[in-house]
């Protein structure tokens, strides 16, 4: 199947700091998907980003389809920004195989 | 904004019984899938459903998991005898047919097995 790689795969920052998150996977994608679970579990679906960039306040990412990697940026984090953040890929031609996660980047930022 | 939501948010079982999770998908969404995430793992795909069926399925998803869409509105993963290793937050999604392919994700379900 589909391989996700996520790194780095913990990161500190103080608050007010810049980071970037990246995905690499192993094949061409439907779809790609960023997401950040908070204290409670849940999944916060930050983009859907299979190609292109998008910016969401802070947030924006940028997905190279070609060259199978994606970047999530976290501009002037703040301490609710703490959390696991997941990237996640549906293999192009799968049909409805589910989306394949990484194992998440870890993000703490520390006032 | 519609949103899947799922039911129980928090459910605790004795080994060896049976467990039913529930899942509302958005109301014109096609495909339905379940996930599991163990703690401190990362999220892995369970079952997908499309048109009353399952689509695809995992290795995770053996005989002791089946799947049904009772109604128009509910989606339900059913765990028929719990074991310890079933304790794991579970995710319910859905997905609109077309040209786009982003899955909304419910809530989760965290289930504890004793």
């Known amino acids: 199947g589909i391989q996700v790689e996520q790194s780095p795969p913990d990161l500190i920052l103080q608050e007010g700091a810049n980071s970037t998150l990246r995905c690499n996977f192993s094949?061409?994608?439907?779809?790609l998907q960023w997401f950040h679970q908070n204290p409670w579990g849940q999944l916060i679906n930050l983009f859907y980003?299979?190609?292109g960039t998008k910016q969401n306040g802070r947030l924006s990412a940028t997905t190279v389809a070609t060259e199978r990697y994606s970047l999530l940026y976290i501009s002037s984090s703040q301490t609710t920004d703490s959390g696991v953040y997941f990237c996640?890929?549906?293999?192009?031609?799968?049909?409805?195989?589910?989306?394949?996660f990484g194992k998440g980047t870890h993000l703490i930022i520390q006032p | 904004e519609p949103e899947v939501t799922q039911t129980p948010s928090h459910q605790v079982t004795q080994m060896g019984q049976e467990v039913i999770l529930r899942c509302v998908p958005i109301?014109?969404?096609?495909?339905f899938y379940w996930y599991r995430q163990i703690l401190g793992q990362k999220v892995e795909f369970l079952v997908s459903?499309?048109?009353?069926?399952?689509?695809?399925k995992s290795e995770i998803f053996d005989d002791q998991f089946s799947v049904e869409r009772p109604d128009g509105s509910n989606f339900t993963l059913k765990i028929r005898s719990t074991k310890l290793e079933d304790s794991a937050m579970y995710f319910c999604?859905?997905?609109?047919?077309?040209?786009?392919?982003?899955?909304?994700f419910g809530p989760g379900t965290r289930l504890t097995v004793l």
């Open positions: 999604a859905s997905l609109t047919s077309g040209r786009a392919y982003e899955q909304f």
């Open positions: 094949d061409s994608v439907n779809n």
């Open positions: 996640a890929v549906e293999r192009m031609g799968g049909g409805a195989d589910g989306l394949t």
């Open positions: 109301s014109n969404h096609l495909y």
């Open positions: 459903f499309y048109n009353n069926e399952i689509s695809e």
């Open positions: 980003i299979p190609s």
